[in-house]
Every structure is written in C-alpha cells, then in structure tokens.
C-alpha cells in the first residue's frame, strides 16, 4: 500500500506559495521564492535523519549533543524547472551529492521525453530526493524515479511546490515506496493537463523563457 503524501501545511511554505502562484510575480522574486520554499521542504523531508550521540567542549562545559550520523543524501532534480530547488535545499544540506535527470513533456502526447541522465557514482550508499516543482500527469516524476531507482539508492523520495490529485494517485500508484511531499495540493488538471489553479510554466517562469 501506498504511503500517505505529507501535505505541508506550515504559513511560511503557504505564504510563499501563494506569491509564486500570482502571474505578476517576477522571474528574480519567482526563483528566490522556489528556492526559499525548498530549502523549508527540505527541513521536514531530512526529519528522519538518524543522529548519533558525541561530547562537545563548549567554553563552559563538556556537553552531550548529537548530530547527524553520516548519513549520506543525493538529491536529483529533474530537468529544467527541478533546478529551481537546488540552491535552497543545498543550503540546508551543503554536502549533498546532485544527480540529474533530463525530462521534457511533449507537447502533444503529454509524455515525458528523456535527454539526461547522470547520477552519482556512489548513489548506492545513498538516500535520494527526486526535486521537481510541479506533479502534474506524474509522467515526469514517475519515469524519474524509475530512472533512479536502476542505480539502487538506498531510498528514495519525491518533493514538489504543487500537486494535482492525479498525478498524486498516479506515482503513489507507481511508486508506493516513496515517500511524496507536497507543498499544495491543487484541484485538478485543466484540458492541456496543466494545474488548476496551479502556477502556470514553472521551467519558464524560473527561467524567464516562453
Ligand atoms: C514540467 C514540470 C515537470 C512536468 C510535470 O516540466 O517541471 O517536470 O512538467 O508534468 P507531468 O507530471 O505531467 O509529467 P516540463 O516538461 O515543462 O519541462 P521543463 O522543466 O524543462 O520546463
Ligand atoms: N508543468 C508545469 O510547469 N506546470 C503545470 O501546471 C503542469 C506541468
């Protein structure tokens, strides 16, 4: 059975979506915001983090303190518009490894098209995040994870800014081993399976193309 998708549902990630989704907002305070709102993701997706105990001399003591025990993460963003998420979520995690899969929806069949690939070569001993701000049809974000999953991370997860119900239920289908993370779940999926209300082009608006 599927695991339940963790909504996020803190102001801050809520605040910021709301102006990442307003078509007045800038390609500069669209990407700040995409980064702003990955690197919060980030903090309840690395939760489960195991620590380990040590002994720290802080100028008045010896105390016992624990910190994160070697875990190793690698984060795959899918290309172009998963890019948006690195710079905030490297933040939290400076010694993350970066995969990267290039995916592009065809306009017409709506099918996910693959044009790169390149993990890290010890991505065996690590836990993966699939980054990607939009889940849409889930195509893009299922034939992502297939992709990773044949280089045998340890686990992996998802994270996206916004999700239509079907493209939840579709990777939760596909993939009921993966933990989803979502900033917001929208309505639906208009006619040109674009999200409604959604936020339009993420990879244009990140990048300013059209
Ligand atoms: C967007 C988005 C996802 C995909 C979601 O990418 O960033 O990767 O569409 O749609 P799906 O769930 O129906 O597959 P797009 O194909 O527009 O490419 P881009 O990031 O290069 O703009
Ligand atoms: N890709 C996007 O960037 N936005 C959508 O709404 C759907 C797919």
């Not at 990955?38 to 624990?66: G, N």
């Amino acid at each position: 059975m599927a695991k339940e998708p963790f909504i996020m549902d803190h102001p801050l990630i809520q605040h910021k979506i709301s102006l990442l989704r307003d078509k007045n907002t800038s390609t500069k305070e669209f990407r700040e915001l995409i980064s702003e709102i990955a690197m919060l993701m980030c903090y309840e997706a690395t939760r489960d983090l195991p620590l380990k105990a040590v002994e720290i001399e802080t100028p008045i003591a010896t105390a016992k303190a624990h910190i994160i025990a070697g875990r190793k993460i690698a984060f795959v963003p899918i290309l172009r518009a998963g890019l948006g998420m690195v710079d905030g979520i490297l933040n939290m995690v400076p010694s993350a490894k970066i995969g990267h899969v290039g995916l592009y929806r065809d306009p017409e069949t709506l099918k996910p098209v693959e044009y790169y690939c390149k993990m890290p070569t010890d991505i065996s001993e690590r836990d993966v995040i699939v980054l990607d701000p939009m889940l849409a049809t889930g195509g893009s974000a299922i034939d992502a994870i297939n992709l990773v999953k044949k280089y045998g991370p340890r686990s992996v997860k998802f994270m996206c800014v916004i999700a239509a119900p079907e493209g939840l239920a579709a990777l939760q289908e596909a993939h009921p081993d993966v933990e989803i993370y979502v900033g917001a779940l929208d309505e639906r999926l208009n006619e040109n399976s674009y999200i409604v209300p959604g936020l339009g082009d993420a990879g244009d608006r990140i990048f300013g193309t059209k």
